[in-house]
């Protein structure tokens, strides 16, 4: 009897870790994924040293909720906004020339990607349509409500429909969030 509860809650726990998992991938699977599959991209830019990536890691995207929908709807991507990766986006390939390995896990100069993605600030969540076009750059963290509203505007293509600040407004007073948390 005590085993098979003992069982039954590691199971369960185990599961609960499963379950709570993005699928990450790098922006060449996310890609390439695209092809086979057309599907829109989320790209997590972080950086090592960043307190409100790291709670955005821990918070946000390790949510059930955000779990569920971002692996349902996205192909989803971390890229370190001062790594030194090389990556191939749009037909430009891009670097970090300026990469400092002994500033790996402190303030090191930002990859070119960066710039070209619009990322000004860290963590900035990126969004990516099917045909590998930036969408939009969210900056700033986010909790899974706030960010509920940017994965399904930007899934169901409601973005192109708000050209002004105010219809954004009126957008945000209207969304009611599902997600927990």
């Known amino acids: 009897?005590?085993?098979?509860?003992?069982?039954?809650?590691?199971?369960?726990?185990?599961?609960n870790m499963v379950a709570q998992e993005i699928n990450?991938?790098?922006?060449?699977?996310a890609l390439a994924l695209q092809k086979k599959t057309p599907k829109k991209i989320v790209i997590d830019v972080y950086t090592n040293w960043c307190g409100p990536c790291k709670l955005?890691?821990?918070?946000t995207f390790h949510n059930p909720d955000v779990?569920?929908?971002?692996?349902?709807?996205y192909y989803a991507v971390k890229f370190n906004g001062e790594g030194n990766e090389v990556v191939t986006f749009d037909n430009k390939t891009f670097e970090n020339p300026n990469y400092n390995p002994a500033n790996?896990?402190?303030r090191?100069?930002?990859?070119?990607l960066t710039g070209y993605l619009q990322v000004s600030a860290y963590p900035t969540i990126v969004f990516i349509d099917e045909k590998g076009k930036v969408i939009a750059p969210?900056?700033?963290?986010?909790?899974?409500?706030?960010?509920e509203l940017y994965l399904k505007m930007f899934k169901q293509d409601d973005h192109k429909t708000i050209d002004t600040q105010e219809k954004f407004n009126d957008y945000y007073r209207a969304f009611k969030p599902e997600f927990e948390g």
């Open 56 to 59: 955005l890691d821990k918070n």
């Open 1 to 15: 009897m005590i085993k098979t509860i003992l069982f039954s809650i590691i199971a369960l726990v185990s599961l």
């Open 104 to 106: 790996a896990n402190r």
């Open 67 to 73: 779990v569920a929908y971002v692996n349902k709807h």
């Open 138 to 147: 969210i900056r700033g963290y986010k909790v899974p409500t706030e960010l």
């Open 24 to 29: 990450w991938v790098t922006l060449d699977e």
């Open 108 to 112: 090191n100069s930002a990859h070119q």
